[in-house]
């Protein structure tokens, strides 16, 4: 189950990285209808299918190169929930073993929300609440399913919970790593806002932006104007350019905020790291928010090159399972006393 539980967080990540290269190359609409692709169940190609598919939606005719993008990104995400049901089902049938149960059915649950999101994307033509709440649902099925996989892969190195690290040292830090946790899920949900309005190409230069290090004209209210009326086509997005600078300059503070928190609070448990096991995991948070932040810049100096601009996306969830990874394996931290009581009452049971 552990070994399943893995790879279906690497499907999600698989997932995220379609999805944003669907959006990217404005094939958020490649096919008009849901879940298949003008009425078939992959893309029309041979002259009689296409016929028959502009016949049923002559508004909309078919592009092939658009269609693919988005029918791939459906076969993943449709693969992903058939396994993340077979892991349900698994942990209901083998819930005497000891298996958790609720969070893989949990999962299960979400997965269907995120496909009647996936659906709305469509139905809704791009409109911006609903693509960046599924964007959101993307990133929470990865975390959950990585947090799954955490707990699977920690009951099969240590069924008796006996190996946790001492850690009286860094317990003050817990509230510190719960407020990194939410600036980094606030920065995505920025990010998700920004994708879903087309803002990322509304500033080209750094560290200004339009020559200016405070815009003249950002209209905040018309760029988080959550209120937008269903009904347009909002491929390629519907604001203003100063609703759209207003987004991209809220994005990039974030950014800084998270840069800055999320440093100083590495900085300060890396000095108090010693016996704490926390080595790697802050490792795996530096490396992920160096990577990340310059992702960012490479956005805006190369002007959105589509390799980078889906790294960008995919280093976002790298950044996100990391911070979870770390907050998680400071969680698990206990005291030596805790620990030599278990260790103690395992060698009981050994003995019995």
């Not at 946790?181 to 309005?197: E, F, K, M, R, Y």
Request: charged share 10%; hydrophobic share 55%; proline share 5%.
């Amino acid at each position: 189950m552990a070994r399943w539980a893995t790879l279906a967080a690497a499907l999600a990540v698989l997932v995220i990285v379609l999805g944003a290269w669907t959006r990217l190359v404005h094939a958020g609409l490649g096919c008009p209808d849901w879940p298949g692709c003008y009425g078939f169940l992959s893309v029309p190609q041979s002259d009689a299918h296409i016929a028959i598919a502009n016949a049923r939606f002559p508004d909309s005719p078919v592009d092939v190169a658009k269609g693919w993008p988005e029918m791939i990104h459906r076969y993943a995400a449709g693969s992903l929930g058939l396994l993340v049901f077979g892991l349900a089902a698994y942990a209901v049938r083998h819930r005497r073993a000891g298996v958790p149960v609720r969070l893989p059915l949990f999962i299960a649950g979400f997965i269907v929300l995120q496909a009647a999101f996936g659906m709305w994307t469509v139905t809704l033509k791009l409109w911006p609440q609903v693509v960046a709440l599924h964007l959101l649902g993307g990133f929470t099925t990865l975390s959950l399913l990585s947090l799954l996989s955490f707990r699977l892969w920690r009951r099969v190195r240590d069924p008796e919970g006996a190996g946790a690290a001492p850690g009286t040292r860094l317990a003050a830090a817990r509230p510190w790593l719960y407020g990194a946790l939410l600036l980094v899920i606030l920065q995505i949900a920025l990010g998700a806002w920004t994708a879903a309005n087309y803002a990322a190409v509304a500033c080209t230069d750094l560290p200004t932006c339009q020559g200016q290090w405070w815009p003249a004209g950002m209209d905040f209210r018309h760029g988080f104007d959550v209120t937008q009326q269903v009904g347009p086509n909002y491929l390629g997005g519907q604001l203003t350019a100063d609703g759209r600078v207003a987004i991209h300059v809220s994005h990039r503070l974030g950014a800084l905020l998270v840069l800055l928190y999320l440093g100083g609070l590495l900085v300060w448990l890396w000095r108090r790291r010693s016996d704490t096991g926390l080595e790697w995991p802050l490792f795996w948070v530096a490396g992920a928010l160096v990577a990340q932040v310059s992702l960012g810049m490479a956005n805006v100096l190369l002007h959105i090159p589509l390799a980078v601009a889906v790294a960008h996306n995919a280093m976002g969830a790298g950044l996100l399972v990391a911070v979870i990874h770390l907050v998680w394996r400071h969680h698990l931290m206990r005291s030596p006393r805790a620990v030599e009581a278990a260790r103690a009452t395992m060698q009981r049971e050994v003995t019995a």
